[in-house]
């Protein structure tokens, strides 16, 4: 697995996304894999959705994902990270369009439903005017609100693919004074037929899933 954020890979150390991309998030920790057309996935595509009945239902069910993640787990998050007990603050990374950013369904979650994170949450970027090249880490593409004076950052993301909006995130933070800016995400998107994924999940299902261990804590 990538050392980074446990993509699938034949070797060890970083997967090419992470070794060929830049590294300013402390700790990145999935919560789970998100695997192209299966259960999670499919909630993640559904929760950002409008005009969905569904929508409600997939935000209900992301936010106790979230809840009872980090419930258990940001201490093994801010530990891993070099901090001790929680992150002074919470925030997620800016949606590509600034009308949908207003009313992300995740901004929603971390920042009003989340008992874990509500009373944290701030908007602490927003989309500057440059255009985001897709997979191209570029602090640029983000705009702090303030000045943060030496705060330790938690980023809560729904889908990591290539990390690199999470990771320009990071550098726009650390810039803006953060002492320390780590991630959680729902899901490591992966897709079950590349490469030897399909063997590779099958072999891990025997773990299977568990709020009682992160990949930090197992
Ligand atoms: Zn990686
Ligand atoms: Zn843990």
Redesign the pocket.
């Known amino acids: 697995m990538c050392r980074c954020c446990l993509n699938l890979t034949d070797g060890e150390g970083l997967g090419w996304a992470c070794r060929h991309g830049e590294q300013r998030l402390a700790v990145v920790v999935p919560i789970s894999y998100s695997i192209g057309g299966e259960g999670l996935h499919r909630l993640i595509v559904t929760y950002k959705r409008e005009a969905d009945r569904s929508v409600p239902q997939a935000v209900a069910a992301l936010a106790q994902v979230c809840e009872r993640f980090l419930v ?2 940001e201490p ?1 998050v801010a530990s891993a990270a070099g901090l001790k007990g929680v992150f002074d603050r919470v925030t997620t990374v800016p949606s590509a369009d600034p009308m949908r950013d207003l009313h992300h369904p995740l901004r929603r979650i971390v920042g009003e439903v989340c008992e874990a994170t509500r009373g944290r949450y701030e908007r602490l970027l927003v989309r500057s005017d440059s255009v985001a090249i897709p997979r191209v880490y570029d602090p640029a593409r983000y705009v702090p609100t303030r000045r943060l004076a030496g705060e330790s950052v938690l980023v809560v993301d729904d889908m990591w693919t290539s990390g690199a909006s999470a990771q320009s995130a990071a550098g726009a933070l650390l810039a803006a004074g953060a002492r320390c800016v780590a991630a959680v995400v729902l899901a490591r998107h992966l897709n079950r037929s590349w490469h030897n994924n399909d063997a590779s999940l099958r072999a891990l299902q025997r773990l299977g899933f568990s709020y009682e ?2 990949v ?2 197992a």
């Open positions: 258990a787990h093994c261990r992160c930090l804590c």
